[in-house]
C-alpha cells in the first residue's frame, strides 16, 4: 500500500488536561483515533503502530489553543465525518477542532512549525504592564538569557529565539505577556523562562499563573502561515 | 448528603502546577462519569496511587455499578502521592473526589477496596487527609459510611476498628444492596447505630462493631449480625456485563489495557493460594459473550490491547476458540490479545502460536523447585509439563520466560531450595534448544523468588511462616544453586513479606499497631524505598503485639481470628487438604475430575459453569 491519506487534526490541550505530558496526549490522541473507527494505517514489521505524527511537545502545565498532529488513513473519509467522529471520541479537553487533508509530500509538522506565539498569566499585587514591559524589554535587550534545565545550562540568543518583541497587557487584574519564540532543533526558549527572568529582576513581586500556547506557525519567507485554515 | 458541600476544586486544582505527575489528579479522562444532578454520592477509594488503582478491576466494576443507579454517583479517589498530601495539608485541602473535585467526607458512602495488606496505613493516610475520623467509633452522624471490601475482606480483623461496614465476597449485586440498604435508612431517619444494623442485614456484610474478641481467639458476636459471615457470591456470572467503556488513563498505569474477565474462581487447589479457595465456584463466560464484550471495550476504550483475564485463563475450555476467533477479527490492526496468567501444563504449542506478537515474555508459576514439594503444595504440574511449555514458547518465536517460585512452603528442605535452581538450569537448557542457533544469545529466563505467608482460608492457615534470618539462609541456598548465564533473578523483599504475615492472619489488636505505624509515618509500604520494617517492629513492640506470634504456628483445634468469615469452603476440607498436603499426595480439580467436597457448591447453593460442556 502506498503513503494512504494524510490527514490534519488540529485540537486544543485545555482546562485540567494541560497537566498531561507530551507522551500522555499522543496516547489519548492515538486512542480517540481508533475510538472513532477511522481507517487508520499501521506502520510495517513486527509490532504495528499506528501511524501519527505530532507537531512540537507541549510541557507539564502548559495549555495549546492550536495544537496539530497528522494521522494516516487507508482510505479516503470526508474531512466532516472525520471531525464529528473524532468529536465524538475526544476527551473533551483535547476536543478536535478543525481537520483537512494535507499534501503527502509536505513537511512533517514537527520540522515546519518553528515559530510558537505563547500567552503567559502573571498574577502580581498591582498591575503594571508599563512598568514591567520596559522590565521584559531590558532582559530582551540583553541579548542572551542563560535557562538551566536538569542540571544543564543552555544559553539562548535572544535576537534568535524572539522573532518579535514581547507585549505586556492587563486582563482581569492579570499581567498579560504575550511572547513569540522561534522553536525547532536548536532548542526552544520556554516563555516562562524569559517571564521568570523578568520578574527575579523587577522591583513589584508577581508569580506565573499559566502558559498557554497559542499559535504553531509555518515561516514562509517574510510570511508566517498557520499549517492549516 | 445534609451538609452542603465546601467548594475546593480551585483549591485542589491550584496544587496540579506544584507536584509530581498531575495526570493522577485531573480527571476528565474518556469514560469518567460525571453525575453532578445525583443526590447519593459515593467515593470509591483505591488504598494507593492511581497508576496502580486504575489497574483494579473490581473498582471499574463497582463504579460501573454503581454509576448506573438512579440517583446515585460513585466518583473515584486514589491515595495522593506524598509530595500532593504534603500540600493538601499545607493548604488545608481535603481529600477530593475525582470527577467532581469535591471532599470525599461529603460523600454519603466511601468503598474502599484491601488488595493487599501493604495497603493497610494508605487508609488510613486517606481517612485522615479527608478529615474522615479514623475509626467507627469515633465517627458522627454526618461522616460517610466507610465500607471496605476486597481479598483483604477474608480476615478483616486488623483493619475492622476502621470500618462501618466490610463486605465479604463478591460486588455486583451486594453494593447496590448496600447502597439501598443506605438509601432506605437515611429516609427513615435512622441514626447511625440503626443503619449500621440494617446494613448487617445484607447478606455477606460484616459489621464490626457488632463482634467482639472472645478469649479463645475467635470473634462472638454481640448481637445484630450472624453468627458467620458467609460471603457473597454471583451464580451466574454471565448475566453480568462486565465494564465495556471503561475509564481510559492519560497515565502510563499499570496493566494500560482493556480487560474482559473471562472466568472467576479457579479449583485447581493450590494449598497456598488464597484467591484459589476464596472465589470458588469455577464460573467461565460463554465464548460469545468474551468475544462481543472484548471488542466493544476495544471500540469503547480505543486501546492497543485487551487482556483477556481470570486467575488462570489458559484454564477456560474453550480458551483457544475465543483466541482464534478474536485474533481474526483484529488481523492487520495494532491491536493485539493477552493472557495474563497461565498454567504450565494448559499452555500449549497451539496458544502459543495464537498469541505471538507484541508478547515481550511469558510468565509462569511452577512455584517449587521439585516434584515432591509441588505435590505437597498440589501444584500438579510436573517439570516435563513445563518444559514442554517452554519448548513451545520457543518454538513460536518467544525469547523470554518469566519464572515464579516460593521458599519457605509447609515441609521445604534444603534439597527442594537448590532444586529450584536445578529447574531453572533444566528450563534453560530448553529454551536454548528450542531457538535458532544465531538467536540463543538472547534467551532470558528471569526468576521471582517471594517468600511464603501462609494466609487464611487456607490448608495451610495452621502453618508457620519462616522467620527472616531462615529466610536469608535459604535464599543464600538459591543463589548457589542458580545458573548465572542467561537468568535474572530478583527476590520479593523479605522483610515486607514478613510483614505480610504478620498481618495477613492478624486480630483485631493488629489494628493498633497498624494506626501507631501509620501515625510514625508509615505510608506506600509495599513501595519498596518507603517500606520500612523497624518502624512497624517499634509500633509493635509498644503495643505489646509480637509478629513473631503472628506469622507462627496456629492452634488446629482453636478458633482463628477469622472463622466468624466463611468463603464456603469448610473448615474440615482444608484440615483434610493440610493432612494430604504432609502426605505429598496430589487433590485433583473438580472441573476436570469429580467433586473433592470442598463444601462451596451445597453451602453457598452454587456450581461450576463450564463454557465448553467440559475441560481437559
Redesign the interface.
Given at each position: 500500500m502506498a503513503e494512504g491519506f494524510r490527514l490534519r487534526v488540529r485540537y486544543g490541550k485545555t482546562?485540567?488536561?494541560r497537566?498531561?505530558?507530551h507522551?500522555?496526549?499522543i496516547?489519548?490522541c492515538?486512542?480517540?483515533?481508533?475510538?472513532a473507527?477511522l481507517p487508520y494505517s499501521?506502520?510495517q514489521g513486527f509490532?504495528?503502530?499506528?501511524k501519527a505524527a505530532f507537531g512540537p511537545a507541549l510541557p507539564?502545565?502548559t495549555a495549546g489553543e492550536r495544537e496539530y498532529y497528522d494521522v494516516w488513513l487507508t482510505s479516503y473519509v470526508p474531512a466532516r465525518t472525520v471531525l464529528e467522529r473524532l468529536a465524538g471520541?475526544?476527551?473533551?479537553?483535547l476536543a478536535p477542532q478543525a481537520v483537512s487533508y494535507a499534501g503527502g509530500r509536505e513537511p512533517s509538522l514537527s520540522a515546519a512549525l518553528t515559530v510558537a506565539r505563547y500567552r503567559v498569566l502573571v498574577a502580581s499585587p498591582a498591575t503594571w504592564p508599563e512598568e514591567f514591559g520596559k522590565v521584559l524589554a531590558g532582559v530582551v535587550g540583553s541579548g542572551t538569557l542563560a535557562v538551566e534545565h536538569k542540571g544543564k545550562t543552555k544559553v539562548f540568543d535572544l535576537a534568535r529565539s524572539l522573532p518579535e518583541e514581547p507585549r505586556v497587557g492587563s486582563e482581569d487584574g492579570f499581567l498579560v505577556v504575550e511572547i513569540t519564540t522561534r522553536i525547532g532543533q536548536e532548542g526552544s526558549l520556554r516563555p516562562e523562562a524569559l517571564v521568570h527572568e523578568a520578574l527575579s529582576s523587577s522591583p513589584k513581586p508577581g508569580s506565573l499563573i499559566a502558559v498557554t500556547r497559542t499559535d504553531l506557525l509555518v515561516e514562509a519567507g517574510k510570511e508566517w502561515l498557520r499549517p492549516m485554515e | 448528603m445534609a451538609t452542603p458541600a465546601a467548594d475546593v476544586s480551585a483549591g485542589a486544582?491550584s496544587l496540579?502546577?506544584l507536584v509530581e505527575r498531575?495526570?493522577r489528579?485531573?480527571?476528565?479522562?474518556?469514560g469518567a462519569r460525571h453525575r453532578p444532578e445525583a443526590s447519593y454520592r459515593t467515593a470509591l477509594l483505591y488504598p494507593d496511587t492511581y497508576e496502580l488503582g486504575m489497574a483494579n478491576q473490581a473498582l471499574a466494576i463497582l463504579y460501573d455499578r454503581l454509576n448506573a443507579i438512579d440517583g446515585v454517583a460513585a466518583e473515584r479517589v486514589f491515595v495522593p502521592w506524598k509530595d500532593m498530601a504534603a500540600e493538601m495539608r499545607a493548604s488545608s485541602t481535603p481529600l477530593f473526589t475525582l470527577e467532581s473535585m469535591q471532599p470525599v467526607r461529603d460523600c454519603a458512602l466511601v468503598g474502599v477496596t484491601l488488595p493487599y495488606e501493604l495497603t493497610y496505613t494508605n487508609v488510613l493516610e486517606a481517612l485522615d487527609l479527608a478529615g474522615i475520623p479514623l475509626r467507627s467509633a469515633d465517627r458522627a452522624e454526618a461522616d460517610p459510611l466507610v465500607v471496605g471490601g476486597g481479598p483483604c475482606a477474608f480476615d478483616p480483623e486488623p483493619m475492622a476498628p476502621f470500618f462501618d461496614a466490610i463486605l465479604v465476597g463478591e460486588g455486583e449485586e451486594a453494593v447496590v444492596e448496600i447502597v439501598a440498604a443506605h438509601r432506605a435508612a437515611i429516609e427513615a431517619r435512622a441514626n447511625r447505630e440503626e443503619t449500621l444494623r440494617r446494613l448487617a442485614g445484607v447478606p455477606g456484610v460484616y459489621v464490626p462493631s457488632l463482634y467482639a474478641e472472645a478469649p479463645d481467639g475467635g470473634m462472638r458476636p454481640l448481637g445484630g449480625g450472624p453468627a458467620v459471615v458467609e460471603k457473597r457470591v454471583l451464580r451466574d456470572l454471565g448475566a453480568f456485563r462486565p465494564p465495556t467503556c471503561p475509564v481510559?488513563p492519560?497515565?502510563?498505569v499499570v496493566h494500560d489495557r482493556a480487560t474482559i474477565e473471562i472466568l472467576r474462581g479457579c479449583a485447581r487447589g493450590c494449598r497456598f493460594c488464597q484467591a484459589g479457595m476464596v472465589y470458588r465456584p469455577v464460573r467461565e463466560r460463554r465464548a460469545d459473550d468474551i468475544v462481543r464484550d472484548s471488542l466493544a471495550a476495544?471500540?469503547?476504550?480505543?486501546?492497543?490491547e485487551v487482556s483477556l483475564t481470570s486467575l488462570s485463563s489458559s484454564d477456560h475450555s474453550l480458551i483457544e476458540d475465543v483466541v482464534r476467533r478474536l485474533s481474526r477479527r483484529l488481523e492487520?490492526?495494532?491491536?493485539t490479545v493477552s493472557l495474563p496468567s497461565l498454567r504450565v501444563d494448559a499452555f500449549g504449542l497451539t496458544l502459543a502460536r495464537l498469541l505471538k506478537?507484541?508478547r515481550p515474555g511469558l510468565t509462569l508459576a511452577p512455584e517449587a523447585g521439585t516434584q515432591r514439594l509441588r505435590d505437597v503444595i498440589n501444584k500438579n504440574v510436573t517439570g516435563e509439563d513445563l518444559l514442554g511449555a517452554v519448548r513451545a514458547a520457543f518454538e513460536a518465536g518467544w525469547r523470554r520466560v518469566k519464572l515464579y517460585f516460593m521458599i519457605g512452603l509447609p515441609t521445604e528442605t534444603d534439597e527442594d531450595v537448590a532444586g529450584i535452581g536445578r529447574l531453572v538450569g533444566e528450563v534453560l537448557a530448553a529454551a536454548r534448544e528450542a531457538t535458532p542457533a544465531d538467536q540463543r544469545g538472547s534467551v532470558r529466563v528471569g526468576v521471582s523468588v517471594s517468600t511464603f505467608v501462609p494466609k487464611a482460608h487456607t490448608p495451610f492457615q495452621w502453618d508457620a511462616q519462616l522467620t527472616l534470618p531462615e529466610v536469608l539462609r535459604r535464599q543464600k541456598i538459591l543463589r548457589d544453586a542458580m545458573p548465572r548465564k542467561g537468568v535474572e533473578l530478583s527476590w520479593h523483599d523479605a522483610s515486607a513479606s514478613f510483614l505480610e504475615g504478620a498481618l495477613a492472619r492478624g486480630d483485631r489488636k493488629v489494628a493498633d499497631v497498624i494506626e501507631r505505624t501509620w501515625r510514625s509515618g508509615a505510608v506506600f509500604d509495599a513501595w519498596t524505598e518507603e517500606f520500612s520494617l523497624d518502624r512497624w517492629l517499634a509500633a509493635f513492640e509498644e503495643e505489646g503485639v509480637d509478629p513473631v506470634v503472628l506469622a507462627g504456628p496456629r492452634d488446629a483445634k482453636a478458633p482463628l481470628p477469622w472463622s466468624h468469615i466463611s468463603s464456603g469452603v469448610s473448615p474440615a476440607f482444608l484440615k483434610l487438604e493440610r493432612e494430604r498436603a504432609e502426605r505429598a499426595v496430589a487433590t485433583p480439580d473438580c472441573t476436570f475430575e469429580e467433586c473433592t467436597g470442598c463444601g462451596v457448591c451445597p453451602s453457598l447453593g452454587v456450581e461450576n459453569a463450564i463454557a465448553g460442556g467440559s475441560r481437559g
Open positions: 482546562g485540567r488536561l497537566h498531561l505530558s507522551l500522555e496526549v496516547r489519548a492515538e486512542r480517540s483515533v481508533r475510538r473507527g499501521v506502520t509490532s504495528p503502530k499506528i507539564v502545565g471520541a475526544s476527551p473533551a479537553g | 486544582e496540579l502546577p498531575p495526570a489528579y485531573v480527571d476528565g479522562e474518556w481510559v492519560f497515565m502510563d476495544l471500540a469503547c476504550g480505543g486501546y492497543e492487520g490492526t495494532d491491536v506478537g507484541k
